[in-house]
């Protein structure tokens, strides 16, 4: 009999996604199979991109088996993949034909009950199932972007801080600001804790915090490492002391004077800075001086004081340098725990779940629960699991399905799971490789004995397989991989003393293409320059940029497109690099990744725009201001123009000489016809925006920059408002960072990151930099020292046993990240790869130096094509596999068909067609309750204009202005506000009520109330908001109200309205 669990190791290119559709065509197709099975079917995935490819695939290969001939140019394919898929089903073609007929009509029919998701998705569903028992509303909110509700919560909380300091969170920051001056630090109190916060992001620290006991960051557990530390200090003084009252007295045994020398030089190093060895002198002995003592060089009684003072300095020197680190962080991470307790009393409140927190509130609910019950909580039973890209699955992801899997293996229900450890980049979203590896049996790192019994049953009922064919490459690229990952995985094993044989244990594939495939890496190393050279990072860029354009030149030469090169790149700022290079050379680029709307100098015009709008009086925003317009404008001519304006009067003093300022009004004069002109009033961001551009000569149609910033506005306005200072700092923020999307076609390059390309084939792959980093500068990591914990840096140059096991964890950790990185990259191409590795410093966590020294090993000797050696100063080597073959097929891709505008009423609707929509990810219930909330709003806003509700929904529906999915839900909420009492209330003896009117308070402001109701001897200024409560609503609110009272309005009254908890709360 079949084992129930079948496990795929499915290495790049290996037809994974046809692997997964062919299991899910047969458990609703094969033998005795229903089609109404698809329903009992549950297959989860990484992201919505994969989620939708599957469901595409799934949908098209039933089309194709239900009826191969409706397309005619697909008719071949489609009937050979029905003899394919009939034969391996054993069944006859006619009856897979009406079988899948059946699936396909059910599927679309019922296609709520086609169940291909995300693991986040699946999750939000378990929760939704369960919110009563986590004492939430059903209607809850998902966080997407934590930051601003992680800044919110702290910032309430450190608003407790009290002008006495008398309270526990008073007193707490007291010690911390004391602490900080203590130790002579800078201190910037919101960036660091600021830094610390992102921790509450991380699902693994998060499960370290919920470990630590509070009693252990008490003030006097404090005081007591602060005295631990300063016993040490005395220690490290007192060994000194003793070392010298040793070698004093005997260093004139020792015969050779240059090591003589040497020690005497050690005696009056440290009896000159006896006070500050233990702070500042963490290797008291130079090299030298260690060989000596390691190396027996000296007499044996002077090598055995030496030994001990010595090995006793270092052993002091490691526990200080531990209790160091707590001590740093201790006053934060008791910080930490108390943000952390308030988010989830505000999860409560205000009824919202972090995305962060899904994976463990659903491992705390259902740990004790049985998949029954689950089951029945859920509305749905599940026979069948498939699981795609598991080696991304968190612990906690895996732990919180593995019951369900449990239930459908008992019952002999076939399930699959798919993936490769060697493809597995994102450990830093808590993806776990090693979990892939572990099966079939369960990873259980800590040995849990309730993960025991379920880990030997799943290894009894399941097994494992390899897909060893490549069907994406050519045989040189499969081969040249084939032998490249397996060497460097040596090498490392080697050189390293790091294994990493079971990720990389499945790396040979089989070729199964015909076509001929070319490889080129070129290493070069260069003597680095001082620290102080300011060009050399530059030109380290430049050797870069030269690959990449000839590399592009020469495949365009051989006859291919652009759109089939694909740029790659460690990051999006090197992406960034890349796309604006080649754009400076006339090349079109595509990208995801590279084209940062904040690189564009016409953006930046208009942010700075933008920035004196809303500071009218700032004179240097409009200095700046002017220095951009002219310097793009006039390029060459930018600085005569601006001095141009200058002009001096008088200065106060009369002693002084005269005072140079910009002559501003001349100048918008001059090129925007009237200050007026320049400061129109506006009713919007985007419409702010848009009147800049024609006042300005920038075209938008022209500029998909402009465009992307005409798209944020646009967004800002809908779900904030047209408030200005807060857009800005929202683009600061991250608005500035967001890249513009652009339509694939022959004619540009495409850039992406190495992680965005995952799951992707390009014809032709260049990665113009080799050489970055796989541990960041200065990150920081939270580790458990002992009984405490400390986000600090690691360094392999540290004491501590402790901190150099992290050390050397997270070198094993990041450098197996940065090798699954390239496998992914290597992997992409199917007609050519070219790499360069450049090095201009051997730095010891870069993967650069290794990809060096392995090029230098036997392996590559034959394939050697250039090489260039002159001493330290420069070693330069380049290979090449298989050879070019010019002309290939034609790109096969559809083009992309801009449409281009000619007259004015075409330019409504073109910029949303024009470009890809760059929200494409945003998971779909969040966007849903987005638009619900602004449909609410806006029905509240006009509900005057209509006899009742009931019309107002159905009127609004039929203008498209509200959905009808949301209808009815609309119609609940909107009756249950307005029959409330207190909503009753406010519009008695109503005399007059205005909806949504503009007060233009200067040519710059413009404010808009949601509805003001006028009565004889009263006015109420009502604002809705549907979303989550922030502190700026009732400023908002008490604005309006100062507002109206300057224009006369009698006795303002301010009242916000929450529409989720039908909450009034009066200013």
Known sequence: ??????????????????????????????????????????????????????????????????NPERVPENTEKAKKYLADISKDFGMKPEEVQKKAQIALTHILHQYEDFYVMTIDKFNLRLIRSFAMDLNLDANFKVIIDETEITQRVTEDFLNEIDDQFTSVLS????????????????????????????????????????????????????????????????????????????????????????????????????????????????????????????????????????????????ELIAQTEQLNRVKKSFHYIRLLKKIHDRLQEFRQTEQIIRISEFNRMISDLLK?????????????????????????????????????????????????????????????????????????????????????EISGYFEKMGIREDLGDNYRSSKEIVEFNNLFFTELVKFIRQEKEIDYTSYYDSIVQNPKSEKKGY?????????????????????????????????????IRDGYEKGDICVLGDTARLCNEYAIALSQKGYKVVSSDSLAVDSDQAVKLCIIYLSWRNQPSNELAAKRFAEKFLSIRFPEDATRLYMSYMNERPAFNEESGPVSYFNTRQF????????????????????????????????????????????????????????????????????KNSSIQTPENKDAVKIMTAHKSKGLEFKIVIIPQLNNNFLKNKAKYLI????????????????????????????????????????????????????????????????????????????????????????????????QFGERVTNPASFQANEANN??????????????????????????????????GRQLHYILSELEHFNDSTEAIEILQKKGLIEKAFSERLLQDIQHITSSKMYEELHQGKKQVINEQSIIISESEVKRPDKIIVKDNETIVLDFKTGLKTGKDLKQIKNYCEILEQMDFPNVRGIVLYTQELEFIEV
Not at 48 to 63: C, F, G, H, V
Request: proline share 4%; aromatic share 12%.
């Open 1 to 66: 009999m079949d084992k129930p669990l079948k496990i795929y190791s499915a290495s790049a290119g290996s037809g994974k996604t046809y692997t997964l559709v062919k299991t899910y065509l047969e458990l609703i197709l094969k033998g005795d199979a229903q089609p109404l099975n698809f329903s009992k079917i549950i297959a989860m995935t990484f992201t919505n991109k994969a989620a939708l490819e599957m469901k595409t695939r799934i949908i098209s290969a039933l089309d194709n088996l239900s």
């Open 784 to 879: 458990q020292l002992d009984e405490h914990l400390s986000y600090t840096t690691l360094s392999q140059k540290v004491l501590s046993p402790k901190l150099k096991n992290n050390y050397t964890e997270e070198y094993t950790a990041g450098l197996l990240d940065k090798l699954n990185l390239y496998y992914v990259a290597f992997t992409r191409p199917i007609d050519r790869l070219y790499v360069m590795n450049y090095i201009k410093s051997n730095s010891s966590v870069a993967f650069g130096p290794i990809f060096h020294e392995f090029l230098q090993t036997p392996v590559f000797e034959s394939h050697t094509a250039e090489k260039e050696i002159i001493g330290k100063e420069r070693e330069f080597f380049r290979f």
């Open 899 to 932: 449409f281009v505008p000619e007259n004015v009423s075409d330019k409504l609707w073109f910029p949303s067609i024009s470009l890809k929509n760059h929200l494409e990810d945003i998971d779909e219930s969040i966007e849903e309750q987005r638009r619900y």
């Open 368 to 452: 004790n629960e049985s998949s029954p019950f689950i089951y029945e909580k859920l509305g749905t039973r599940f026979n069948h699991f498939l699981l795609d890209e598991f080696q991304d699955t968190s612990r906690l992801q895996w732990q919180n399905i593995v019951p369900l899997v449990h239930e459908a293996l008992s019952q002999q229900y076939q399930n699959l799971i798919v993936g490769d450890p060697k493809q597995s980049i994102y450990r830093f979203r808590g993806g776990v490789a090693d979990q892939f590896v572990a099966l079939p049996a369960v990873y259980n790192p800590k040995n849990e004995a309730s993960l025991k």
């Open 171 to 314: 007193k707490l920051f007291v010690q911390l600001a004391e602490e900080k001056m203590s130790d002579g630090e800078n201190w910037n109190f919101e960036r660091e804790l600021s830094d610390y916060l992102k921790i509450l992001g991380k699902e693994e620290a998060i499960e370290l915090l919920n470990q630590t006991d509070e009693e252990t960051y008490s003030s006097e557990t404090f005081n007591l490492i602060k005295l631990q530390i300063r016993h040490l200090d005395q220690k490290i003084e007192e060994n000194a002391e003793q070392f010298l009252d040793k070698i004093q007295p005997v260093v004139d045994d020792i015969d050779d004077k240059r090591k003589k020398n040497s020690i005497v030089g050690l005696i009056e190093k440290l009896k000159a800075n006896k006070s500050r060895i233990s702070s500042e002198m963490k290797m008291p002995l130079t090299e030298a001086q260690i060989r000596y003592m390691e190396n027996n060089e000296l007499p044996e009684h002077i090598v055995n004081i030496l030994t001990d003072f010595y090995t006793k300095h270092l």
């Open 668 to 735: 918008v004069n001059d090129y925007f016809e009237s200050w007026e002109n320049f400061h129109f009033p506006f009713e919007n961001l985007y419409a702010l925006l848009e009147r800049f551009y024609q006042i300005s000569g920038l075209n938008e149609l022209e500029n998909p920059y402009l465009h992307h910033l005409s798209d944020l506005a646009f967004n800002y306005d809908l779900n904030n408002g047209p408030d200005l200072n807060t857009f800005l700092d929202f683009y600061a923020k991250t608005g």
């Open 519 to 555: 490889i080129e890496l070129i290493s070069l190393k260069e003597k680095a320059r001082s620290a102080g050279d300011e060009d050399s990072e530059e030109e380290n860029s430049s050797e870069n940029i030269r690959f990449l354009i000839s590399r592009v030149e020469e495949c």
